[in-house]
């Protein structure tokens, strides 16, 4: 009867083992997310601004992609397409204003049913929460930098005291250390808020980000000449448009003394939504650096010329904005270490990435939404040690669209039919010659809206870029980035680019009917937005023209 009893309970061993041991060798996979964050300014990609050591281990143990570009270069819905794996015409999320269609099915739901468990920490910003998650603890909105309000998933809602970046790390090596489980594969989305505006740094990179000298991009001070309309009615412009108090921390009162306007009509308002959250110690920390920051303004006003104006906005904005990574790498730098020191590396993928690419002075702008370069194109690094050979690079052209579908083949879970991406396991593997994609889909709809940027579809291959500009322009452009890849000059009506110009007509109008976008389906998705707009008082559309 022993004897029995013990073969029966050799055999239950062995036969749990035997289930478990395909999930346990499935892969853990850390999806890291900045919001806004340029490539220029991760120093694997371009060392001129910033050095981002822990970000750049990523890249050092896995693949370096250096033509990932997004869909549509806004929040919301580069998040909306990065979970569905689907364009944004067929997930719907067009804009950042109204709430996520949560009867998507996004790739965590599929995950979780597989067996993986789930945790989210950081921006969503879809206005409701996340579906397919064990765990979360989320931001409302955009968040706030200093001692942010959480929404979670088991303890309501709630603030918590310090630095946003600290924090939502805090929470993701919590949940490693206590929560995660041992026999299950995890997928964990640590979503950082930081480098969004209006970059507010830790206390402990204030003083020395102030302080430091930034070089100039070359189209600075671009006037728009060789781009059309769109270009020139953007209203993302680092001398005209951004907040004096809210983005460049002159202070409330300093602009009334200098006689600068609140000509957006919230700037007073949203330097005090974010350096008003400041307990009074973490504001003494603040005002000791920008008091200085403010006299020296003052007393270099008057002289200022335009181009001054410029010049040291540009610099105010790179110390806020660079001071803001800092934190980012740093933190960034911890959970690699955790991994590290709890063996959890050789079977984890760990992806570094942005919700979308940034200006840094580009074309004398900040923001996003263009389908320009420094827009739609994002930083993209994933480590996979023993499975992605350390220090390699790509330059195929990726999307965020494609993040869905690899994860689910990694985990070996299939891939829903209706999804638009491609698993990027083939270039990760060395399997490149599987890879055919030679051009890319992009649509933003986002306008009437904050920033002025007009709707626009486009077709991007490694060499060119055709734009529509529609609604109410009808504009074309062509840029050739190879030979310029600043886009500065249009060359849609150069008689020496008719061929290739006809024959990316061509190719828009087929990679059009692939994705399933269409001009009806643009005009529906554009009365709707119209109609949620009127319904809200076009409040959601200002003009922030200065
Ligand atoms: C806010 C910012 C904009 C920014 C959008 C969207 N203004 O409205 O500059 O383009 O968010 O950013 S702010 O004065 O409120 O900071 S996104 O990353 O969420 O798409
Ligand atoms: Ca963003």
């Not at 970000?55 to 896995?62: C, F, M, P, T």
């Not at 690699?336 to 580009?362: K, P, R």
Request: proline share 5%; aromatic share 12%.
């Amino acid at each position: 009867m022993k004897n029995h009893f013990l073969t029966l309970l050799t055999a239950l061993i062995l036969f749990s083992c035997k289930e478990k041991e395909p999930s346990s060798q499935r892969p853990n996979i850390i999806f890291i997310m900045s919001d806004d964050h340029a490539y220029q300014a991760i120093s694997a990609y371009d060392n001129r601004l910033i050095e981002t050591p822990n970000i750049d281990r990523i890249a050092k143990l896995g693949m370096l992609f250096t033509n990932a570009s997004v869909t549509n270069s806004i929040c919301a819905p580069s998040r909306a397409t990065i979970l569905t794996g689907k364009h944004t015409h067929i997930n719907g999320k067009t804009d950042n204003h109204f709430p996520f269609d949560t009867t998507n099915v996004t790739f965590p739901q599929l995950l979780q049913e597989g067996g993986y468990q789930t945790a989210m920490f950081g921006k969503l910003h879809f206005g409701n929460n996340p579906k397919g998650f064990d765990q979360f603890k989320i931001l409302p909105g955009q968040g706030a930098y200093y001692n942010p309000t959480f929404i979670t998933k088991n303890d309501g809602t709630y603030d918590v005291e310090g630095y946003v970046t600290d924090i939502i790390t805090d929470m993701t090596l919590d949940w490693l250390e206590n929560e995660r489980k041992a026999d299950q594969p995890f997928f964990l989305a640590y979503l950082h808020k930081a480098p969004h505006r209006e970059w507010l740094p830790a206390e402990r990179h204030i003083a020395e980000y102030t302080q430091k000298k930034f070089p100039e991009p070359a189209t600075l001070f671009d006037d728009y000449s060789g781009r059309g309309t769109a270009a020139k009615e953007a209203e993302m412009n680092i001398l005209h448009h951004m907040n004096w108090a809210g983005d460049s921390k002159v202070y409330p009162e300093v602009m009334d003394q200098l006689g600068i306007p609140d000509a957006s009509g919230w700037d007073k308002g949203a330097f005090q939504r974010e350096v008003g959250r400041m307990n009074p110690s973490q504001r003494a920390n603040w005002d000791k650096v920008f008091k200085g920051v403010n006299e020296d303004f003052i007393k270099a006003f008057p002289d200022m010329s335009e181009e001054d104006k410029m010049r040291w906005r540009y610099q105010r904005y790179m110390q806020d904005y660079l001071g803001t990574i800092a934190s980012v790498d740093e933190n960034v730098g911890r959970v690699l270490d955790y991994l590290e020191a709890n063996g959890l590396m050789e079977n984890t993928i760990i992806v570094y990435t942005s919700d979308q690419g940034f200006y840094l002075g580009e074309h004398g702008w900040f923001d996003k939404r263009f389908v320009y370069d420094e827009s739609f194109k994002t930083p993209l690094l994933i480590a996979w040690p023993g499975k992605v050979k350390a220090g390699s690079r790509s330059d195929e052209l990726v999307q965020n669209l494609d993040f869905a579908q690899t994860f689910l083949e990694a985990a070996g879970i299939p891939q829903p039919e209706d999804m638009q991406g491609e698993s990027l396991i083939p270039l990760l593997t060395g399997q490149s010659e599987k890879w055919t994609r030679d051009a890319v889909y992009y649509h933003y709809y986002e306008y009437p809206s904050i920033h002025m940027v007009k709707r626009h579809y486009a077709i991007v291959t490694k060499e060119y870029k055709l734009i529509h500009f529609y609604y109410d322009v009808d504009e074309w452009e062509l840029f050739d980035r190879v030979n310029d890849p600043q886009e500065m000059k249009n060359v849609y009506n150069d008689p020496s680019y008719a061929e290739i110009r006809k024959k990316l007509h061509k190719d828009l109008e087929e990679i059009r009917k692939k994705y399933g976008d269409s001009s009806e389906i643009s005009q529906k998705l554009l009365e709707e937005y119209l109609d949620k707009l009127r319904a809200s008082g076009e409040r959601l559309a200002p003009s922030f023209k200065k």
